[in-house]
């Protein structure tokens, strides 16, 4: 049978401005990888008949409840094998002594098949069903990862990283390789004709490349219609090394625009410190920002004030960061979203407007598919669009929280937001990635393929 139908209650956003909604006691009917009706649980006999599905086929909830799958905006899967670790120093020093040292190992494709396996099950586990990820400067190994991202059904970008200057001797390209090796990595990944896998264009930060890469990397993401991602306004020492590196340029933003990589399809990471006129840039160009409150924290980086940007219409989405960010889960990056928001209330005072736990479900699904053009094809329950969805279970065997059902009754609205605080991926019972249930898997994230 390819029809999927769920009954019980549906939780989504709608839009910004409803970023939670619950639907009680509604059916959803899945066909394919498409959603093909959302109604009102009393038409389910008259659904079945018009779509030719029996009444035994139906999943009923039973206190669990479905919502859209994560949109991790930026996560870098090498990093993934220190995650939890190494949270010593800050940005610049951080990456000369655990990251670089790191991805210099994905070298050996044999390592990075193990890590990305990894990387890749542990994620979706945690409900990431679209990862925009960084690979390394290494083609072969970021092919891996795109083969691997396939073989488990995760949707995901995969970028091999650019890197032809400022970097170690050990772990840079020249120009020319670097230019080569891209343009290779995205007519293999395309070859694998997986509507799931995409490659991005990945200049690792203005520090380690040069204008000239930026510009034939611009040039492809053009050529070949692609996304880009790329680290901006992270930190203060960096900041400072980019004016120093680029006289020419009036901001960091100014350094990226200059080179063609700002563009409707750009994701820029972190953008902590960027001024009015920065903005401005991110916002002509219709470019979006992922928003890492873990790592922003971990590498004492600083604290994006989320609203102002919310405010000016810039399009966002999370980010967990790994493993600058601590965690592989996306419910860290929404708690550590509170945490700074939090933060900028207490500076700003009263009249600040902080974001609540809706708005930032709302970017951890649907705001995140916008960053990464796919609001089309997921981020909500819409029909039409594909089924990318999680089952949560809020009381699964071992759930770290409690509902209670006595006189101080929980209701949906609660039981969602403990999930969100509290819940991990015990509760996190099935995931689906374009109508493929991908949890539980059969896959062994273990062993060689
Ligand atoms: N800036 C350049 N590279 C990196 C990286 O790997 N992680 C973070 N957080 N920032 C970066
Ligand atoms: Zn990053």
New binding site residues.
């Given amino acids: 049978m390819s029809f999927l139908i769920f009954q019980g209650t549906l939780v989504h956003a709608e839009s910004a401005s409803q970023p939670l909604k619950i639907l009680h006691n509604h059916i959803i009917g899945v066909n394919k990888n498409k959603i093909v009706f959302i109604e009102p649980e009393g038409r389910l006999r008259e659904l079945s008949q018009q779509h030719g599905f029996q009444l035994e086929d139906v999943q009923v909830m039973e206190g669990q409840f479905l919502i859209p799958g994560f949109v991790d905006t930026h996560i870098?899967a090498p990093?993934y094998v220190y995650t939890g670790t190494a949270m010593n120093l800050q940005?610049l020093e951080w990456?000369n002594k655990y990251?670089f040292p790191t991805e210099a190992k994905f070298a050996n494709l044999e390592f990075a098949a193990d890590a990305y396996r990894k990387v890749v099950h542990r994620t979706l586990k945690n409900g990431t069903t679209t990862a925009c990820y960084?690979a390394t400067i290494h083609k072969e190994a970021s092919l891996k990862l795109a083969e691997i991202v396939a073989h488990f059904g995760q949707r995901a970008f995969v970028g091999k990283v650019n890197m032809d200057a400022n970097s170690p001797e050990y772990y840079v390209e020249t120009t020319e390789q670097s230019f080569k090796d891209t343009e290779w990595f995205i007519k293999q990944v395309q070859c694998l004709n997986n509507p799931l896998v995409t490659p991005i264009i990945t200049p690792?930060?203005a520090v380690s490349c040069t204008v000239t890469l930026m510009k034939k990397l611009a040039n492809l993401a053009e050529l070949y219609g692609l996304p880009i991602q790329t680290?901006i306004s992270?930190n203060k020492d960096e900041i400072s090394l980019v004016k120093e590196l680029f006289p020419e340029c009036s901001s960091y933003a100014d350094v990226y625009q200059s080179c063609g990589l700002v563009t409707k399809k750009s994701v820029f990471a972190h953008s902590i410190y960027l001024d009015d006129k920065e903005i401005e840039v991110i916002k002509h160009h219709g470019s979006a920002v992922s928003h890492c409150p873990c790592?922003n924290f971990m590498?004492r980086n600083g604290i994006l004030d989320l609203r102002k940007l919310w405010d000016k219409g810039i399009k966002l989405g999370l980010g967990t960061?790994v493993s600058?960010g601590y965690s592989p889960s996306m419910l860290s990056s929404i708690r550590q979203s509170v945490i700074a928001t939090n933060v900028h209330k207490m500076q700003q005072g009263a009249a600040y407007n902080s974001i609540d736990y809706k708005e930032l479900f709302y970017l951890a699904t649907l705001g995140g598919s916008q960053v990464l053009g796919l609001e089309d094809r997921i981020g909500n329950f819409v029909v039409g669009k594909e089924f990318d969805a999680l089952l949560v279970n809020p009381k699964a065997a071992g759930s770290p929280f409690d509902v209670f059902n006595s006189s101080f009754s929980d209701s949906i609205e609660d039981i969602v937001q403990k999930f969100l605080f509290l819940g991990d991926d015990r509760n996190i019972q099935e995931v689906y990635v374009s109508g493929r249930k991908v949890i539980p898997t059969t896959l062994d994230s273990n062993s060689f393929f």
């Fill in positions: 870098h990093q940005l990456l990251t960084f690792r930060f680290h992270e790592s590498l960061d600058g």
